[in-house]
Nanobody
Framework: QVQLVESGGGSVQAGGSLRLSCAASGDTASTSYLTWFRRAPGKEYEGVAAIPTDGGDTQYAASVKGRFTCSRDNAKNTVYLEMSSLKPEDTAMYYC???????????????????WGQGTQVTVSS
C-alpha cells in the first residue's frame, strides 16, 4: 500500500505561481511513476506531469509544458509541482497518483494508477 497526501493548493491570479507537494509513504519502492493529474469541473482527468521514481525524464502534458516543472526529493519521498504563468484554465482539483511497477502503458493515462491522494484545489482567477 502507498499513501499520498497533497498540499499547496490555493487561489491565485492569472500569471501567478503555486507549488504543490505530494508526500508519499508506505511501500513506495513498489512504485514506478509518481504523477500529477487534474480534473476540472465537468471534464475528464488529465495527466499533467509524470516523474519516474528511479530516474529518467519527466513527461508533461502539452497544455503545461514550459510552465510547470515536476521534481522529486527522494530523501523526503516527496514530489513537487511548480506551476507558473497560471491560466484560468488551469483551475482544477490536482491529484497525485502512484503507479505500481507491474503496470504498463502510457504514463499520463489515469487507468495505470493504483494509488491516489485526496487532491488539492487550485483556482486561477482572471
Amino acid at each position: 500500500q502507498v499513501q499520498l497526501v497533497e498540499s499547496g493548493g490555493g487561489s491565485v491570479q492569472a500569471g501567478g505561481s503555486l507549488r504543490l507537494s505530494c508526500a508519499a509513504s508506505g511501500d513506495t519502492a513498489s512504485t514506478s511513476y509518481l504523477t500529477w493529474f487534474r480534473r476540472a469541473p465537468g471534464k475528464e482527468y488529465e495527466g499533467v506531469a509524470a516523474i519516474p521514481t528511479d530516474g529518467g525524464d519527466t513527461q508533461y502534458a502539452a497544455s503545461v509544458k514550459g510552465r510547470f516543472t515536476c521534481s522529486r526529493d527522494n530523501a523526503k519521498n516527496t514530489v513537487y509541482l511548480e506551476m507558473s504563468s497560471l491560466k484560468p484554465e488551469d483551475t482544477a482539483m490536482y491529484y497525485c497518483a502512484a503507479a505500481d511497477r507491474r503496470s504498463a502503458g502510457a504514463v499520463l493515462l489515469r487507468w495505470r494508477y493504483l494509488y491516489w491522494g485526496q487532491g488539492t484545489q487550485v483556482t486561477v482567477s482572471s
